[in-house]
């Protein structure tokens, strides 16, 4: 994993998955952007009795994963992944100063 962005506000990684990796279920507190720059990868949403929603992603394909969502990966051949997460729920107006919710 190599984080390209580490401000307290926000994250960007990319890391490097090999066929047979797995991210098991979890789920993150904030929208999650991951986008396949190479390979392939299956991600799940839901893990959940309900049922789970599986799809297939290829390089140039993204998906943004609403906050508390449970969800998984894992890697068919081998694949790059870049994912953005906003850390901080805090706003900024344009000075810079926070803004009140």
């Known amino acids: 994993m190599v984080p ?3 401000l307290a506000s926000q994250r960007v990684i990319c890391k490097t998955f090999v066929p047979g990796d797995k991210i098991p279920h979890h789920q993150a507190p904030t929208d999650e952007f991951v986008q396949v720059l190479d390979g392939q990868m299956d991600i ?4 959940t ?10 390089a140039g394909d993204y998906i943004l994963i609403p906050a508390n969502t449970t ?3 894992e890697c068919l051949e081998t ?8 850390l ?3 706003s900024y107006d344009i000075s810079g100063q926070p ?3």
């Open 4 to 6: 390209l962005v580490g």
């Open 44 to 47: 799940s949403l839901g893990g």
């Open 49 to 58: 009795p309900l049922g789970e929603e599986t799809s297939q992603f290829v």
């Open 71 to 73: 969800h998984t990966m």
């Open 79 to 86: 694949a790059r992944l870049l994912v953005y997460e906003q």
């Open 88 to 90: 901080a729920l805090t």
């Open 99 to 101: 803004i009140s919710h």
